[in-house]
């Protein structure tokens, strides 16, 4: 009964995908809401498997700062019409300390397949505009249960920090965006797992009956305009040469 069901349900979810290649953006143009995720990354893991580090300086540092960050990080995704926009939840001051909050702006525009993001990273502010990046995905054979939605696996893969991402979609959301930039599968993403674990950004809410959806995009975007390739080769040279290093450099850049 239960491998009928998956059967079932993959069948489901290849017919959704066939309509979602079939329709294009107008499977989704009535779709709009705002998601809260919630980011979680669990440096010690990924502390762990740098080529450097041995046991006894994991063991220290996870010691240190094993609770550090332990209640992750909330983020909003606003969608509508085929356009999302992706930004953390700006932090309340606390106890009168006012959180220094690095700009990180992912917009995607589905229906002409373009983004552009505002991320500040190693001390610069950049603007990257272009065509949206084309990911493999792979479906793969297993379901579970997301903020009440029934989502599918999928799997791919980032060549720039050498990580596998899976994603967990729910088909019944027709909108094919995710938290972190990712989309391209024939449902809302509403959990993002980094290298089984290291990272994982899962929704906690998912608001879809919000009639007044509006994208914050800025009026004026600053920033260095750079293009994907280049920014891409600025992280990868930075991640190799600083393990290279011998340092963490995720504490520096997003993992």
Known sequence: MIIYSIVMIQKKILLGFLIFIIGGSLYAQDVKGVVTYNRKTDYISIISKLPHMTKEEVDRMSLTWGNWASEGRDHHLFFKKNKSLYQPKKRENDNGYSWKQDQFVLIRDYKNKEREDVIETLGNLYHIKGPLVKRKWKILNEIREIAGYLCMKAETYNPI?????????????????????????????????????????????????????????????????????????????????????????????RY
Do not use: M
């Open 161 to 253: 920090k050498d990580q596998t991402i899976h994603a967990w979609f729910a088909d019944g959301i027709t909108f094919s965006g995710g938290p972190e930039g990712f989309g391209g599968l024939p449902g809302l993403i509403l959990e993002i797992d980094i290298n089984n674990g290291d990272a994982v950004i899962t929704a906690t809410s998912v608001d879809l009956d919000r009639e007044d959806v509006t994208l914050p995009i800025p009026k004026k975007i600053k920033g260095k305009k750079i293009t994907e390739e280049k920014f891409d080769a600025i992280i990868k040279k930075y991640v190799k040469e600083t393990i290279e290093g011998k340092k963490n450099p995720y504490w520096r850049v």
